[in-house]
Nanobody, 125 residues
Framework: QVQLVESGGGLVQAGASLRLSCAAS????????MGWFRQAPGKEREFVAV????????RYADSVKGRFTISRDNAKNTVYLEMSSLKPEDTAVYSC??????????????????WGQGTQVTVSS
């Protein structure tokens, strides 16, 4: 069983930066493909970014490319999402997810088998 706990969300003004963290349990974290997703009120959950186990590959949604950076520290079992130039439309609950098999990059949505509870990010205009 893998547990994922997000932190770092908050209320910021447009143009500000935030760093989200996702701490994972499990002894084989370095083999997990880790993703970030977000869900705004009244909208479906959408993909934000994903990173391979060894950080060699990353992928971003077009809406965040150039503003967000995903990274990980396998020694700390933690994946990060650095968010800059935040916009009101970035407001959402941000959740991390783990694909413990790590066989496909990027994983299909249904291949993520563990999800965190999420952390709220609110960007005011």
């Amino acid at each position: 069983q893998v547990q994922l706990v997000e932190s770092g969300g908050g209320l910021v003004q447009a143009g500000a930066s935030l760093r989200l963290s996702c701490a994972a349990s499990g002894r084989t974290f370095s083999s997990y493909v880790m993703g970030w997703f977000r869900q705004a009120p009244g909208k479906e959950r959408e993909f934000v970014a994903v990173i391979s186990g060894g950080s060699r590959w990353t992928r971003y949604a077009d809406s965040v490319k150039g503003r967000f950076t995903i990274s990980r520290d396998n020694a700390k079992n933690t994946v990060y999402l650095e968010m800059s130039s935040l916009k009101p439309e970035d407001t959402a609950v941000y959740s991390c997810a783990a694909d413990s098999d790590g066989l496909l990059f990027p994983p299909r949505r249904n291949e993520y088998d563990y999800w965190g509870q999420g952390t709220q990010v609110t960007v005011s205009s």
